[in-house]
């Protein structure tokens, strides 16, 4: 029988910073977490995880950030809400997971590029038009990530433009974009500028 | 009835059926509805990521603009994931701090949010304001012989929605059976179909649209109140019945387009055009036979 490698856990001496900072003013929900596992359980993609939910949270309880962030499991999560539903201890998870993944984007630790062109396509579409425009946010999308892969889509892409799903629209690249001046605001009060 | 109506971006393209069918309906049961003029994006799942106060101001500057010409109506939305974050940020507005912070943000806007004004969802409106009782004294052609998959999906009643089950939602049932459809009863109505990863991680999402779809065979349509739910159980059939390893092709309607086919009206508020997987419902084909030799 070989021996036990790992430490045993100094529960008195934990670093909280993460916790801190991804669950705010709420963090000592986050260390209430006992395992029970019923996240990873309710998860539609826990099986495609590299670290299932339950194990992750304990990790963000021991503070094990630059491990978490490389994690594929945060940009797994399709916001279906139903661990934050279930959880006994009332912790906001899937919200979590989203300061998770801003954390990420921040520390430019992104272990998933085509999510961060996801989501970087969409707010910049956004913040030009004021309004989505499905197109140019999916054109804008595929060129940024994996131009190859669109091929998997182009079938589908035109199908929806010859039924009207999508309209094709010029993209209007100069002046000024109907939310910059909010955008502007909210990352001068977020201390971002 | 009177609501304030925030359409959300997908009804300006991909989901125009819905929004077409949805105030087509709400007319008949002889709602008034008003759109909200000059509303933008929510901010959708990626304003959140990409900044958290970013993911409240958003929703908010719409929630404000309700406020100021809502006139105490409440705002009508038909999209799960923008009513998610409407919700999410009349909780937020709850704390004074968070509140005052996101009003320091629409200054720019010239607006105000003072957290009053109530988001609905398109179900909430149709299952609890009008009713199944309301719903079926409007019917003119009954979906008799139609079997229907409810599927309600996830943000349509989760986390912040206070109007039914989050586990095993009903507020479908009353209304597919005011219709007169048989409703199909499955596994699935409340699991997530994969939408937001299905672009970034398609082997993931399309496994998780597979699930709800493999569920739902043996019924002649689904029903969503997504259009989120509506174009990834729709558009993504061929993928998923290669998962699958065999044929699935179900036509994924708007609850709205089903209770206005219904109330009979017209193709032209239907859409049924407009769908990748085509709306051949045999039911469809019965009826029209049935009116065209009464007439």
């Not at chain 1, 916790?19 to 977490?33: D, F, H, I, N, Q």
């Not at chain 1, 199908?159 to 000024?176: D, F, N, S």
């Not at chain 1, 974009?177 to 502007?184: A, F, I, K, P, V």
Request: hydrophobic residues 40%; aromatic residues 6%; proline residues 6%.
């Amino acid at each position: 029988m070989s021996e036990p490698t790992a430490e045993p856990l100094d529960l008195t001496n934990l670093d909280r910073t993460l916790a801190r900072e991804v669950t705010p003013g709420r963090w000592e929900k986050m260390l209430s977490c006992i395992q029970c596992g019923t996240c990873t359980a309710s998860c539609p993609a826990a099986p495609a995880m590299d670290l299932s939910p339950r194990k992750m949270w304990r990790m963000v309880q021991l503070g094990l950030t630059e491990e978490i962030l490389h994690s594929k499991t945060m940009w797994l999560c399709s916001l279906c809400y139903q661990c934050q539903v279930r959880c006994p201890r009332g912790i906001p998870l899937t919200e979590t997971i989203t300061r998770l993944k801003e954390l990420a984007l921040e520390r430019g630790i992104v272990s998933s590029p085509e999510s961060e062109a996801f989501y970087r396509s969409f707010a910049d579409v956004m913040r030009r038009y004021g309004r989505m425009r499905e197109l140019e946010f999916m054109v804008r999308f595929f060129l940024t990530s994996n131009p190859l892969k669109a091929l998997g889509f182009s079938k589908l892409g035109l199908t929806m433009l010859r039924r009207g799903k999508v309209h094709l629209e010029l993209p209007r690249l100069g002046g000024e974009g109907r939310l910059d001046r909010l955008c502007e605001r909210v990352a001068e009060l977020e201390g971002r500028r | 009835m009177k609501y304030i109506f925030y359409p959300g971006c997908s009804q300006e393209g991909s989901a125009l059926e819905y929004r077409v069918s949805t105030l087509a309906v709400l007319e008949a049961l002889g709602a008034e509805v008003e759109e909200l003029e000059d509303w933008t994006c929510c901010g959708a799942s990626a304003a959140p990521v990409v900044s958290d106060l970013l993911g409240v101001v958003l929703p908010a500057r719409n929630l404000a603009l309700a406020e100021q010409r809502g006139n105490g109506r409440d705002m009508l939305t038909v999209c799960s994931a923008c009513y998610t974050n409407f919700r999410r940020t009349m909780n937020a507005a709850a704390d004074p701090n968070r509140l005052a912070r996101i009003n320091q943000a629409l200054e720019v806007e010239g607006l105000t949010y003072h957290g009053t004004v109530t988001a609905r969802h398109i179900l909430d409106v149709l299952a609890n304001d009008f009713g199944p009782e309301a719903i079926k004294e409007h019917v003119k052609k009954p979906l008799e012989g139609l079997t229907v998959a409810p599927y309600y999906g996830c943000q349509t009643v989760r986390p912040y929605s206070p109007f039914d089950d989050d586990q095993r939602p009903t507020s479908m049932v009353g209304i597919l059976e005011a219709l007169g459809a048989t409703v199909y009863h499955h596994n699935r109505e409340a699991s997530c179909c994969g939408t937001s990863v299905v672009m970034t991680k398609p082997e993931v999402g399309l496994r998780m649209a597979a699930s709800v779809l493999e569920a739902c065979e043996g019924a002649d349509c689904i029903a969503t109140v997504c259009p989120m739910c509506q174009m990834n159980l729709d558009a993504y059939q061929d993928k998923v019945s290669r998962i699958l390893g065999h044929r699935v092709r179900i036509p994924v309607l708007f609850l709205p387009q089903l209770i206005g086919l219904a109330f009979g009206l017209p193709e032209s508020v239907l859409m049924f055009d407009r769908h990748i997987t085509p709306v051949d419902l045999d039911f469809t084909t019965e009826t029209q036979r049935t009116q065209s030799s009464n007439n």
